[in-house]
């Protein structure tokens, strides 16, 4: 349905004529007929006043498609970092609305979850602002620094706090309903491996390595990271070693084994691994996982004019092979923040 038509049947359906439609829009009656006649339309400003005099969404007066409206939700939170209380309460009603429909809740699930977490990363972010401002106050009292682990994931001392346990309990049933599919096998690996839990985390990865679709290489990374969690280095960089000799192009040998070295501060091989790996990537665009972990390295090394350089280059592979700006997505933003803080820490 034409704009102006829509805005003709809301009219009616709200008792309103021409003219009283124009006083509550500070307008001439003119204005709506011409838009009700199809003859112009109305300004977009006019438009959130529209909606609120219906007690409708902007959406709403506009004949979108329910997949349209999923993308618009998803473009929004990938562009803003925080949505106005409104438009979230908007979203999570209509998402919820969704849920329901077999054709639609898969997405709508992914993207409700989506939406609760770009509010908790929002929030998340003002409460570790505050919890190190508080804690720089006071440097020598505990006070916020449990809501800094939460909010920005460091690390805790306390094993009660910081083991996997209900991340392996989910990722293990996952895995026992649905033993044919191989990612829950990889989360569960990852979560067992981060315990050091490495006699259970053999007897996974054998289950997983049985798979029609396992991944030839990440079962030796795999290997690799139990022999690390029995604290077996020499094994463990043996099978790293050997994958290198014998793929030494494979963008996703090199970037494993960049991962490895990185997870063991040896920082040279990895940098090294990472760069090689982004540019042995035939896939366009190209994803920024590598450049990330250069980033970090060169910080971690006090280098912030090559961190700050290699934020460079993620801004123009964002920019040139993803066509991404900042008006149209916020990892642009987030990096070039990082440029500029590397730079003014140079």
């Given at each position: 349905m034409e704009l102006g038509k829509k805005i003709k049947q809301l009219r009616y359906k709200a008792g309103l004529?021409?003219?009283?439609?124009?006083?509550?829009?500070n307008i001439g009656p003119q204005s709506v007929s011409k838009?009700?006649?199809?003859?112009?339309?109305?300004?977009?400003g006019t438009l959130p006043l529209l909606a609120?005099?219906?007690?409708?969404?902007?959406?709403?007066?506009?004949?979108?498609?329910?997949?349209q409206r999923?993308?618009?939700?998803?473009?929004?939170?990938?562009?803003?970092?925080?949505?106005?209380?409104d438009v979230f309460w908007e979203y999570e009603e209509f998402l919820k609305g969704q849920l329901a429909s077999e054709q639609y809740a898969k997405r709508a699930t992914e993207l409700i979850a989506y939406?609760?977490?770009?509010?908790?990363?929002?929030?998340?972010?003002?409460?570790?602002?505050?919890?190190?401002?508080?804690?720089?106050?006071?440097?020598?009292?505990?006070?916020?620094q449990w809501i800094l682990c939460?909010?920005?994931?460091?690390?805790?001392?306390?094993?009660?706090?910081?083991?996997?346990?209900?991340?392996?309990?989910?990722?293990?049933?996952?895995?026992?309903?649905?033993?044919?599919?191989?990612?829950?096998?990889?989360?569960?690996?990852?979560?067992?491996?981060?315990?050091?839990?490495?006699?259970?985390?053999e007897r996974w990865l054998n289950r997983y390595c049985g798979l029609e679709k396992a991944n030839p290489v990440m079962k030796q990374v795999y290997r690799a990271s139990i022999a690390l969690?029995?604290?077996?280095?020499?094994?463990?960089?043996?099978?790293?070693?050997?994958?290198l000799l014998e793929q030494p192009e494979n963008d996703e040998v090199l970037f494993e084994a960049a991962q490895y070295y990185a997870g063991k501060c040896n920082y040279e091989k990895a940098i090294d691994c990472y760069e090689r790996a982004f540019a042995a990537d035939e896939k366009r665009p190209r994803f920024q996982d590598a450049l990330m972990g250069i980033a970090d390295i060169y910080e971690i090394m006090g280098d912030y004019v090559n961190a700050a350089k290699t934020y460079g280059r993620i801004i123009d592979l964002l920019e040139n092979e993803?066509?991404?700006?900042?008006?149209?997505?916020s990892s642009v933003t987030v990096a070039k923040k990082e440029r500029d803080r590397l730079l003014a820490k140079a």
């Open positions: 004529t021409q003219e009283q439609l124009a006083e509550k829009l838009w009700e006649n199809a003859v112009a339309m109305p300004d977009i609120e005099i219906f007690g409708i969404t902007i959406d709403d007066l506009f004949d979108i498609t329910t997949e999923f993308n618009r939700i998803e473009n929004r939170m990938d562009a803003e970092e925080e949505l106005p209380q939406l609760y977490w770009h509010r908790m990363n929002a929030e998340a972010q003002k409460a570790a602002r505050y919890a190190k401002e508080a804690i720089a106050r006071a440097p020598g009292e505990k006070g916020c939460k909010t920005a994931n460091h690390a805790v001392w306390d094993w009660n706090m910081g083991n996997h346990t209900k991340a392996i309990n989910f990722y293990q049933a996952l895995a026992e309903a649905n033993p044919d599919t191989a990612l829950p096998y990889m989360y569960l690996l990852d979560n067992l491996i981060a315990d050091h839990r490495a006699d259970e985390a969690a029995r604290f077996n280095e020499p094994a463990a960089d043996k099978i790293i070693e050997g994958l993803w066509g991404l700006s900042e008006e149209t997505d």
